[in-house]
């Protein structure tokens, strides 16, 4: 079946960088587009970025960009986001999420998804 697992969240703070990494398994990872989601304490979904499924073309929310890098290992079934500069408003659960089609701020957007890993932004 079709599993996504997040890892590489943590405490830093702002400022700093961190880099969050998703392992796909279970579906032809390479014939679909892929995206990071976040989802802050008390607010809803928020789209941060997507990628192309043979990674030449990146999109990101505008809140993340210039700070946030997509990318894509398709040999190694993997996605990351690199998060640069971070703030204390990019407190969220990260998930990585296959999307219907590219992008959407709703669960509904998305076919699979993972547990998440949280990201922290705090001195």
């Known amino acids: 079946q079709v599993q996504l697992v997040e890892s590489g969240g943590g405490l830093v703070q702002p400022g700093s960088s961190l880099r969050v990494s998703c392992a796909a398994s279970?579906?032809?990872?390479?014939?679909?587009?892929m995206s990071w989601v976040r989802q802050a304490p008390g607010k809803g979904l928020e789209w941060v970025s997507s990628?192309?499924?043979?990674?030449?073309?990146?999109n990101y929310a505008e809140s993340v960009k210039g700070r946030f890098i997509i990318s894509r290992d398709n040999a190694k079934n993997t996605l990351t986001l690199q998060m640069d500069s971070l703030k204390s408003e990019d407190t969220a659960v990260y998930y990585c999420?296959?999307?219907?089609?590219?992008?959407?701020?709703?669960?509904?957007?998305?076919?699979?998804w993972g547990p998440g890993t949280q990201v922290t932004v705090s001195r």
């Open positions: 999420a296959k999307p219907r089609s590219w992008d959407g701020n709703t669960w509904a957007n998305y076919d699979y």
């Open positions: 279970g579906f032809a990872f390479s014939d679909y587009h």
């Open positions: 990628v192309h499924r043979d990674g030449s073309y990146r």
